[in-house]
């Protein structure tokens, strides 16, 4: 019987739709969508590891997932291994049963200590903000329409602050599963692209409603209704009652994750 093959997923999702990644009785769910669809290709039960468990409404442009394919017990005595999958027939038949706005973009052989989760050296999330006078009828899916004024030099500051090691207990919702609430952030800025103000942060791990609560904070300092020194007090361990609103989900996308080598 051959060894236990461990496969990754690259996917890409529009996820308005869902009730986020994680399965959840009665309620649409990726991983749910994912897993049914590879457990009928394969004719097995499958369990998905993924590098980042998005909640409701957000977007992924480069999620990963992995599982562990076991052999089936029940081969005949006289076959030894089952046939070589197939990695580009997997992700292709597997388009076509997933519903649409979820996509597996390549599916591929992983060593077999990969883990979609726990091997993830950093994952970089994007926030776009639609910053002009009028809505987009197409766009409206995949940002957060703002047509106030917003400073761009009290944007790109409060970015840089967030920068490093910090304590973000009140970017989180105060009822939560994590116990340490210290992150270490690595890429922190806002950039203008047409017009879009575009957020980029990348850390090994967030915690849940992070990057939309820091958002919020920021978009709230950017219109002058927040002090821009009450960033460094709030990022030193503050209750989540001082920060800013969270901001709405659809324009947050999981846009890249990071594994040694790559």
């Known amino acids: ?18 009730a986020g990644w994680a399965k959840q ?23 998905l590891s993924v590098a980042g468990r998005t909640d409701a409404g957000v977007h992924a442009r480069g999620q990963v997932a992995s599982f562990r394919l076991e052999p089936r017990v029940e081969l005949r005595p006289d076959i030894r291994a089952e046939p070589a999958l197939d990695m580009g027939k997997l992700r292709r038949s597997a388009n076509q049963l997933l519903p649409s706005g979820v996509v597996i973009t390549r599916a591929s052989p992983a060593p077999p200590d990969f883990d979609a989760r726990h091997s993830a050296v950093s994952r970089t999330y994007v926030y776009q903000v639609l910053n ?3 809505p987009s009828p197409f766009r409206g899916r ?6 106030g004024k917003l400073d761009p030099g009290l944007l790109a500051q409060a970015a840089s602050l967030i920068l490093g090691r910090h304590d ?22 806002w950039n203008r692209e047409g017009d879009l103000l575009v957020y980029r942060i990348r850390a090994p791990g967030f915690l849940r409603n992070m990057v939309r609560v820091l958002v919020g904070t920021m978009l709230e300092i950017g219109r002058g209704h927040r002090p821009l020194l009450d960033l460094p007090v709030l990022l030193a361990g503050a209750g989540r009652p001082a920060a800013g609103e969270t901001a709405p989900a659809r324009g947050l996308f999981l846009e890249y994750v990071e594994y040694a080598g790559e």
Do not use: W
């Not at 995949?142 to 047509?147: A, S, T």
């Open 25 to 47: 009785p009665g309620l649409p769910s990726i991983e749910g969508a994912l897993e049914d669809a590879l457990g009928r290709i394969l004719q097995r039960d499958i369990s």
């Open 142 to 147: 995949y940002v957060n329409y703002f047509p």
């Open 168 to 189: 973000f207990t009140a970017f989180t919702p105060t009822v939560t599963e994590h116990c340490d609430f210290e992150r270490n952030v690595n890429l922190s800025e």
């Open 132 to 134: 002009r006078p009028y």
């Open 1 to 18: 019987m051959e060894a236990i093959k461990n496969i990754r997923l690259d996917t890409e999702y529009d996820g308005t739709d869902f």
